[in-house]
């Protein structure tokens, strides 16, 4: 799998409460970690097993710790590009009560067009457009359509301030699987001029996720809403919790599953991880995955699609 997007520094912010224009407010704590949403995804489908081959900028000042750490959860990241400038990062903002604010800086990222030189880009029979410079995406998927590469899209946050019309239908009209939130969605459907599911021939499938209240499938047959899994223990970090699905879900495809269980694949791993502070240890394998979907279904707490994934999971496919 290729996955093309931001890796970035993260610096999360507690704060005491959401400002309003004009007015201050205080900081209780500050973290800062590897984050970045093709870097999350990466890490996700390396820990389940699958080759996750990265595509990305950063600057000569980004931390070698963190490459470091991609390589660890099994990331290859030969398609890393090193170049002159500021790397990206992302101040994220959270509140007790409120949803996630974020600031991003592109540094270097902007430069991005340079990974076409990249010989392995093509190489994957899946990949993963995620946030990044629209037209170059746009490029990169027409290209994967010419060479048969099944492209999964995100287009992000970045939805609202970088993508145009002519680059996000040039993209969908080769996509073959589209997730978003609920915000983003309805961008989609006003950048686009109608659902993205009749604006495009090859896509099979959207994907909307929402929270705590778990997705939305939508595919030309029907649209259903599915509940999120139960934690395994209390949310710390929802942090990075779509882009684990995302990584989770095409990992789901690679490892063989049907679309419908490998999303639900992606919301199981995106469970465990909320639970989890950080990025050491965040992202579990598949035996744990397995474990905690057996805990669900034995406890009578998840739904036909969990019963269908652990029987699919354990049936000795070589998973």
Not at 116 to 133: E, K, Q
């Amino acid at each position: 799998m290729a996955i093309l997007g931001h890796i970035n520094v993260d610096k999360e912010l507690y704060l005491e409460s959401f400002p309003s224009p004009g007015v201050s407010v205080s900081t209780k704590k500050i973290e800062e970690h590897l984050g970045g949403c093709a870097a999350t995804m990466a890490m996700t489908a390396g820990r389940l097993g699958v080759e996750a081959n990265l595509f990305s900028v950063v600057g000569r000042d980004f931390p070698e710790e963190y490459m470091n750490l991609l390589k660890g959860h099994g990331v290859g990241v030969e398609g890393v590009m090193v170049l002159d400038g500021p790397s990206p990062f992302c101040i994220v903002l959270n509140s007790e009560g409120v949803e996630q604010g974020y600031i991003m800086y592109q540094g270097v990222s902007e430069m991005e067009e340079v990974l076409a030189r990249v010989p392995s880009l093509y190489s994957s029979t899946y990949m993963i457009l995620t946030s990044g410079v629209p037209s170059f995406h746009r490029a990169v998927a027409e290209e994967a359509e010419r060479r048969g590469v099944e492209v999964i899209f995100d287009p992000t946050q970045e939805i609202h301030y970088r993508w145009d019309r002519e680059d996000f239908l040039g993209l969908l009209e080769r996509s073959r699987y589209l997730f978003t939130n609920e915000l983003e969605y309805k961008k989609a459907v006003e950048l686009g001029g109608g659902a993205p599911l009749s604006l495009s021939d090859a896509l099979k499938m959207v994907v909307v996720t929402r929270g705590d209240r778990g997705y939305r499938v939508i595919t030309g047959e029907e649209e259903r809403d599915y509940p999120a899994l139960p934690a395994p223990s209390e949310v710390v970090m929802p942090t990075g919790a779509g882009d684990v699905m995302r990584g989770g879900f095409a990992a789901g495809l690679i490892m063989g599953l049907p679309p419908l269980l490998a999303v639900r694949l992606g919301a199981a791993v995106a469970a465990i991880a909320i639970t989890r502070k950080g990025v050491v240890g965040r992202f579990p394998p598949l035996n744990e995955v397995l474990n905690w979907l057996k805990n669900v279904v034995d406890g009578g707490k998840g739904v036909e699609e969990d019963r269908l994934l652990l029987k699919e999971l354990t049936s000795g496919k070589g998973f």
